[in-house]
């Protein structure tokens, strides 16, 4: 699925594409040096056009990035003959379907910057992007992540025990999801 990459804007923040200016958002964010974080965001631009999803810059309105916002497609496993040999297990990608992401720089916390890029770029994606599920996996003990996905109208859906690889080890998961018809209804 490709997705168009688009720039969005609302009263306190806009969307917009990696720009190499980026860099020190992007190591400061990510945790990268600076030749990496150009790496980082070349990756990002490459996204859309390799149907991989959408990586945008997060900006209070008038200033520099200050975060991030990403729709990831989700794989779907298959098992059959559709793509491989009968029997094999195949990754496609979700009809309709993307993983969210985000993050905004510790100074710029508490601001609402999240809750709105996050509210934009789904919006978006549900009524323009084609979409119709957009899911958001948060580590039970990061309350600010949860309250951002639960104030962007997402809802909690479950519980995965040791679903995520970290750092330091497998942590659980809560499953959060926007779709197209909780828009239609107001949610």
């Not at 040999?85 to 990608?93: I, K």
Request: charged share 20%; glycine share 14%.
């Amino acid at each position: 699925m490709i997705l168009p990459q688009p720039t969005l804007a609302d009263e306190l923040v806009s969307l917009r594409p990696w720009e190499v200016g980026d860099a020190a958002c992007v190591a400061q964010g990510v945790g990268l040096e600076p030749a990496a974080s150009l790496e980082w965001i070349a990756r990002q631009r490459r996204k859309p056009a390799e149907g991989l999803g959408v990586s945008l810059a997060v900006c209070p309105a008038g200033g520099r990035a200050q975060g991030y916002v990403g729709l990831l497609v989700r794989p779907r496993l298959e098992i059959g003959p559709r793509q491989g040999p009968e029997g094999s297990v195949v990754f496609q990608p979700q009809a309709g379907a993307a993983g969210i992401g985000y993050w905004v720089l510790t100074g710029s916390r508490r601001r609402g910057f999240a809750t709105h890029a996050v509210s934009l770029v789904s919006r978006w994606a549900l009524t323009e992007g084609g979409l119709s599920r957009i899911e958001a996996l948060v580590e039970p003990g990061n309350v600010a992540s949860r309250r951002v996905a639960e104030a962007a109208g997402f809802r909690q859906e479950g519980h995965l025990r040791a679903y995520l690889e970290l750092d330091d080890g497998p942590a659980d998961a809560i499953v959060y999801s926007l779709l197209a018809v909780d828009l239609e209804s107001g949610g």
